[in-house]
């Protein structure tokens, strides 16, 4: 399959993409030990809705090159929907993920049926997220500063360090409603200190088109399983751009539902993966098993 070269002391060694994979997982494998004080030997993974059969596998490879015996692969959006017990709602039909991470927004609705999970549709967008949002409030406020001292910003460690406060200010904008960037630009002289307040508001103003975008695929998630929005039982968000409160305005007004948050988005997926493998290790405290039956759509995109 696809393969990388890297170069060791100056001696080429053919790497597999699951090689990686599996270093990464013994990584994890062994902090989990250290953690339980046990040795881990079997494990569930989860992928992204839109893996094929031959990315599975590979997934599982890695897992096994790491030594561990994968008992079952689920994905992400199902397991996003365990982690909030939606496979245990009465009533409960149609759940819509919605998922945005760094650089890419993925939505998949999901039927639930007796425990079963079946994905209807997945659309997405991968050319959206939170470095988006990033690269949008770093121009604004690099033009602010360029304006105020009469100078342009061409230092790389300047603009390094820009660059990593622009995220700080960004998390701040989640909960509060002003953030200040306080940063030292040395390329500047005597004007090296900076100080500059930023509005939530103008946050949400600078990445309004982009903010909007998030509604496209779930827009195109619905008219591809012949879906409305009234037939969207549960939202539940998951990735850590949608913290943002604006992106998850934007979602409670279209379904004018409260989505579910509750859980860390970034640990969503993580949970309903514990989720799954207490299930099938027959720890699970409730008299609910949960199966996800195959998938059989393919992730439509939209720029
Ligand atoms: C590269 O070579 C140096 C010097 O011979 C050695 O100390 C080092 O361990 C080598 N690194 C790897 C990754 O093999
Ligand atoms: C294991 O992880 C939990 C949760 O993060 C933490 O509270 C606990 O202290 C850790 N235990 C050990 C032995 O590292
Ligand atoms: C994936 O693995 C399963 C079980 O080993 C096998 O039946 C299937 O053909 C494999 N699929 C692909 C696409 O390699
Ligand atoms: C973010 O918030 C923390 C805690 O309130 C504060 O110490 C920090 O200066 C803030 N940073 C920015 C860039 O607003």
Known sequence: MVRYVISVNETDRRVYPEEIGATIIGFLKSAAERNLTVPVTKAVMSVPAEFDDLQRNYTIKAGNLAGLEIYRVINEPTAAALAYGL??????????????????????????????FLTQGIAGNNRLGGQDFNLRLYNYLKERIERRVHQVISDREDLQTL??????VKLNLTKSHTAFLHIHLHSLGKNSEITEPISRSKFEEINKDLFMKVLEPIQTVLQATHSVKEDVDEVVLVGGSTRIPKVRELIREFFMKEPNTHIDPELAVAVGVSVQAGILGGMWPLTVSAVELPIRVKKIHVQ
């Open 163 to 168: 660059r990593l406060a622009v995220e700080e």
């Open 87 to 116: 496979h245990t709602k009465p009533n409960l039909q149609n759940v819509l993920v919605v998922d945005l991470g760094g650089g890419t927004l993925d939505v998949s609705l999901l039927r639930v049926q007796g425990g079963m």
